[in-house]
Each structure stands twice: as structure tokens, then as C-alpha cells.
């Protein structure tokens, strides 16, 4: 049989419950309380270590594998030659599996290296491409830029223009920036 590796607070929850209340979960460890508690729950019952009764889950036979303990129930003395040489048979050929095979652990290196490598070959944007960066550069123009121009460049909205203009760029960045308004024309914005 493949043993199943468990995080420490699996293993705690899983003993305790076989050891305390019959294979019954009801017993956390202190530091998991509330939405951590489901999380711990669908973790166990993903990988089949516990099982639904009801409103409870009970410590499921692959529960007690993963612990090294006997089933419930599992007489172990009316296990016949027969099952126990197919057990030890089908237990070496698992183990022989996962360990020996060269090409397989090549396969799963090669996969494993593709899916880090698709994360680390994700174009990045760089702040000389950000919106924030458009916008400087439209009023470091000798015309400077209007509302409506900066809109069009961002996709945003006014309101978002103008919060930008005077959260982002002044109070944040320190930037001065001026604007005028030319008669019968839209406000221009530079920077001084």
C-alpha cells in the first residue's frame, strides 16, 4: 500500500477522532476555527480520509491506512494466505512503481517544469506601460491634455480622471500640476 502523507494538522484530527470519539469528527486543533475548519473538512474528504454520515463525518478507512492503524471491524486474522500474499503483492508493485521508473519521474519533471515556465513567461506589465504612466506622459505634452483626451487614452471615467489627477499624481507623487481653460474651450491640464 502507498502511504498517504498528512499535514500535522490532518494527522492531529484524524487521531483524535479515532482515538476519542469512535472515528467521529468533532475536535479541532485551537488555531483552526471557523471557514478553516470546512477547509480542513473538504481537504480530508477530497482525498478520501473521511467520510459523510449524516451531519458528521467519520474517519473513513483510507483514514486509518494513512495513520497505520487497523480498520474497524477488519479481523485480520481471518485474512487467508491468499489475500494476505495478493495484499503483499499488490503493496510491492505500487512501491516498485512509484520508485523505479526513470521515465515516469522524467515525464513528471518535464510537466512539472512546463507549468512553472508558463507562469514565469506571463508578460508583465511594467510601470512604463501602465495607465498611471500614459497619463504623465499626456501632460509632460507642451499642449498638456484635456479630461476627455486622458478618457479616451485610460478607457476610464471622469471622475476617475480627475481623482487620479489630484490623489495619485499631487498628493501622492508630489507632482504640480496646472491646468487653464482657454475662452469657449475644455480645461487643459499640464505639468508645471
Known amino acids: 500500500m502507498t502511504t498517504i ?20 469528527i468533532d475536535w ?3 488555531h483552526i476555527k471557523g471557514g478553516a475548519r470546512q477547509k480542513v ?11 459523510p454520515a449524516g451531519a458528521d463525518w467519520l474517519v473513513a478507512a483510507e483514514g ?29 508493485a ?11 519521474e522524467a515525464a513528471i519533471t518535464a510537466a512539472e517544469a512546463t507549468w512553472t515556465q508558463a507562469k514565469d513567461d506571463a508578460p508583465r506589465r511594467t510601470r512604463a506601460d501602465s495607465k498611471q504612466a500614459q497619463v504623465i506622459a499626456m501632460l509632460r505634452r507642451p499642449e498638456g491634455a484635456t479630461i476627455h483626451q486622458i478618457m479616451e487614452a485610460t478607457g476610464w471615467q471622469a471622475h476617475t480622471v480627475r481623482g487620479t489627477l489630484a490623489g495619485a499624481l499631487k498628493k501622492k507623487l508630489g507632482l504640480t500640476i496646472v491646468s487653464d481653460k482657454p475662452q469657449g474651450g475644455e480645461r487643459v491640464y499640464r505639468l508645471a
Open 5 to 24: 502523507a498528512l499535514t500535522p494538522t490532518q494527522h492531529a484530527i484524524l487521531a483524535y477522532a479515532i482515538a476519542h470519539s469512535g472515528g467521529k
Open 28 to 30: 479541532f486543533p485551537e
Open 41 to 51: 473538512l473538504e481537504g480530508l474528504a477530497n482525498r478520501a480520509l473521511i467520510a
Open 64 to 92: 486509518y491506512d494513512a495513520l497505520g492503524l487497523p480498520r474497524p471491524g477488519v479481523n485480520k486474522i481471518r485474512v487467508g494466505r491468499f489475500e494476505a500474499c495478493l495484499d503483499r503483492i499488490i503493496a510491492n
Open 94 to 104: 505500487e512501491q516498485a512503481t512509484a520508485a523505479s521508473d526513470p521515465e515516469l
